[in-house]
C-alpha cells in the first residue's frame, strides 16, 4: 500500500526550498492553490507536484518525478530532466529546459513560453495545446500532433520539429543543420520563407500523409518527400536537393539545384533551368517537364516518363529505350537527347517528337552510345517511324513523328574506350565558385571550391585540365578491378552526404580526418556498393592547379593527380597549357593516403552503423562461405599431381617421383580485402605461409630455402618475415638435381598459416596463368 505525505500551499502562503522524494511506500505531494506560492523545489522519483491555480517558480523534476498543472495556475523556469515529466492541461508555463530525455506535454488549455529542448528531451504539444518562442537544440524534439500549435519555434543544428495528425504552426525558422518534419494529417506552407529554406545541412521531411508547399532548399539544404507524402511549388537553388520518394508537382530546380526522383517515387510539371539537373531513378516517374537551355534530366533505365518533356535548345535529357512518354525536341538544332540501351538494337518506346532541320550537320540530333554507324541502313514502315538495321544485322525502330519526311541518318559519334582510372562519372555535381556544376561541363579556367584542410577554409583553385574516357566493364576480375562504378547512396556518409546517389570509380579517394581513402575499401554492400547494372559509362578528371580536396554530390573528395596516365584521356574544354613531368602521392598529394586498417575499419564500421538510416540500401542476397581447408597439394613440372601422404595440424609431407625438379605449391587462396574486409589494403592472392622445407631421399635431408631468399620464384610474396613467405595460391619451389638418377624422396614442410578463403570465388590471374 502506497502512503502520501501532503504539503499545501494555498491564498497568501509561500514555500521555498522544498524537496519532495519518496522511501518505500511514501510518497511526497505538493498542491500549490490559487494564491500560493511555491519557490526553488525539487520533484524527485515517485514524488508530484499539483498547480490548482498557484505559481511555481524554478522547479526541477528528476526521473520518476512528475508537475501536473491540474487546474490552471503558472510555473516558472521549468527544468525538466531524465525520466521526469512535465503535464500542462492548463495553465502557462514559461522559461523552461527540457533535456536528458526529460518529457513535457503541452494540452487543452495549456501553453509554453521560451521552452529549451535539447539532448534527447522531448515536447508534445497537442489537443488545444500552444507552444510559443521555443528553441529547439542538438538532440531535442518537439511534436506537435492533433489540435497542437506552435509558433516562433527555432530548429538549430541536431534538433528536430514534427507536425503530425494535423498539429500547426507559423513563424517557423530552420537554421544550418536543423530538421522539420511534415508527418501525416499536416498541411504546412512555407510561403517561400527565408527563414524557413533548408540550407546548410539542414532537411524538411515530408512524411506519409503529409503535404508541404511553397517551400525552398538551397546551399546543401535538402526537402525528401517519403512515400505517401506530397510537396507542391518546391524551388531547389543552388547546392540545394529535393529526393522525391511520394508526389511532387510545380517544381523549380535552378543553378546548382538537383532534384532526385527515388523509386516508386511522382514528379510532375518540373521546370530545369540553366544548371538544374532531375535525375529519375529506376521504378520512377518523370511527368511533365521544361528542361532549359544549360538545364538537363537524367532519366535512368527502368524508369518511365508519364508525360511531355520539352528539351529546349542547349538543354539535355538522357533515356533509356524503355523510358516510355514523348521528348519534344525544341528548335532546329537540337542536340539534347541521348538514348542508352540500344548497344544491341531494340525499340525505343518513347515518341520523339519536334524532329526538325535543313540537313545532316544542321539539324536535331540524338546520341545513340554504343551504337556504330558504319554499315547501317535505314526502312520507314509508316510516316512516323523508322527501322535502323545495323551492320551486325540487329535493329533499332524509333517512332519520330513525320520522320520519313525529314529524314534519319546516323553519324559516327568519335566515343571510344577506355581502361577503368580514378574519376567521376557524368552527373557527378562538383562545387564551384558559381554553384554545383555537372563534372561532363567543368571547362578549363573554371574555378572550383577546394578545402584547405591544413588553415581549415575553403578557397578558390582554377581547373587547369579536364579529361574524358569511356570505361568497360570486365566482369571476369574481382568487383574492385572490374571497372564497376560505386555507387555511394544519399545520406550513406551523414545526413546530406552525398545528397544524392554519388557514382565514382572505386580508386577514387574520398576526404576524411584529413586523409583520402580510397572508396572500394569503405564499400559494404548496402549503402556502398558496386553498381552492376551499369555495364559502361563515361567518366571524368578534373585536374586543379595542385592536388585538392573538393567537393563532389556534396561529399568532400580529391581532384585529379596526373600519376602518369593521362595519356589515357581524350582533352576537353578549352586549350589546355603544357603540363610537366607525373606526379606522386608522396610528394605532391593534397593530403595523405590513409589505407592504414587501424585508421579505414573505424570508418567502415561507423558508415556501417548507418545502413538502417539511409533510403534506398540495397539488401545483399550473396551469402559469404569460407573454409579453413587450402586443399594443399603439388604439381611437378611434368604436370603430375601429388597429394599429401600424411599431414598433421601444420605439417605436410608428401612422396615424389623420380626425376622431379620443382614443384608448385597449390591451394585454395583469397584476398584479406575480401575474408576480413576492404577496409584491409591488402588485395594480393594469398594462399599458405610456408616456413621450413626439407627433401628427403637417399638417406640424406636437404633443406630447401628458395622461398626465403630476397628473389623468390614466381608465385610468392615478399614479407617482413625471414623464415616464412606465403604464396599466392601458386607458387614454383625449385629442388635442384636431389631426384635425378631414378631417386624418389619426401617433401616436407610446415604451414605456419592458411585461410581462410572464400569458396566459389574467381581465379586470381597468376592461377590461370599456372594451373597444369
Known sequence: MDYWNDTSVSNGETLNDITLTSANDTHDRLFVSSGGVANNVHVGGGAYAYIYGGTISTITVSSGGLVHMVSGGTVKDLHVLSGGIGYIPSGTLSGSVIDNGGLLEVLVSGSATSVTVENNGVVKIRSGGLINASNILSGGSIIVSSGGQSIGTVISSGGSLTFTGGGSGSYTSLLAGGTLNIGSGTTYDNQHTTSLTATSGAQINVLSGGVLTDADAAAFGNIVVSKGGRGQDIIISSGGGLGVAGIASDTTVNNGGVIEINSGGVSNNNHVNNGGKIYADSGSILGLTSISSGGSAIVASGATISDVVTIQDGGTATIWNNTSGTIDLSGDTNHGL???????????????????????????????????????????????????????????????????????????????????????????????????????????????????????????????????????????????????????????????????????????????????????????????????????YDYYHVETEQHSVITADGMLTESYLDTGNRSSFRQEGKIATLRGAVKNWADHAGAPLGVERSFVEPLFRALQWRENSVVGTKISTTKIETTTDPDLHLITQTGAVIRPMRKTAHHYSFMLPPNTESVRIVSRSSRPSDVIGPFVDDRRYMGVAVADVQLQCAKQQFDITSHLQDEKPSGWHDTDWTDCAWTNGNAELPLGDHLTHGKMGILSMTIRAAGPYLLNTKPNSDMKKHSA
Not at 457 to 472: H, I, L, P
Not at 476 to 493: C, F, M, Q, T, Y
Open 338 to 536: 541521348t538514348i542508352s540501351g540500344l548497344e544491341s538494337g531494340g525499340t525505343v518506346s518513347t515518341v520523339i517528337s519536334g524532329w526538325s532541320g535543313s540537313k545532316p550537320g544542321n539539324s536535331d540530333s540524338i546520341d545513340l552510345p554504343g551504337v556504330s554507324a558504319d554499315g547501317a541502313s535505314y526502312a520507314y514502315p509508316s510516316d512516323d517511324q523508322v527501322v535502323v538495321t545495323l551492320a551486325n544485322g540487329n535493329t533499332i525502330t524509333l517512332n519520330i513523328p513525320g520522320v520519313k519526311n525529314t529524314g534519319f541518318v546516323l553519324s559516327d559519334d568519335h566515343h571510344g574506350g577506355a581502361s577503368a582510372e580514378v574519376c567521376f562519372l557524368s552527373g557527378s555535381m562538383i562545387r564551384t565558385s558559381e554553384g554545383d556544376v555537372a563534372v561532363e561541363d567543368i571547362q578549363i579556367g573554371d574555378e572550383v571550391i577546394a578545402f584547405d584542410w591544413r588553415n581549415d577554409e575553403d578557397v578558390v583553385r582554377q581547373v587547369v585540365w579536364v579529361g574524358k574516357a569511356r570505361a568497360t566493364v570486365r566482369p571476369d576480375l574481382p568487383d574492385d578491378e572490374a571497372g564497376w562504378p560505386v555507387r555511394i547512396l544519399k545520406d550513406a556518409i551523414a545526413d546530406g552526404v552525398p545528397y544524392k546517389d554519388m557514382l565514382i570509380t572505386a580508386e577514387h579517394c574520398l576526404f576524411f580526418r584529413d586523409r583520402f581513402v580510397p572508396v572500394r575499401m569503405l564499400v559494404n554492400g548496402v549503402s556502398i556498393f558496386y553498381d552492376k547494372s551499369i555495364t559502361s
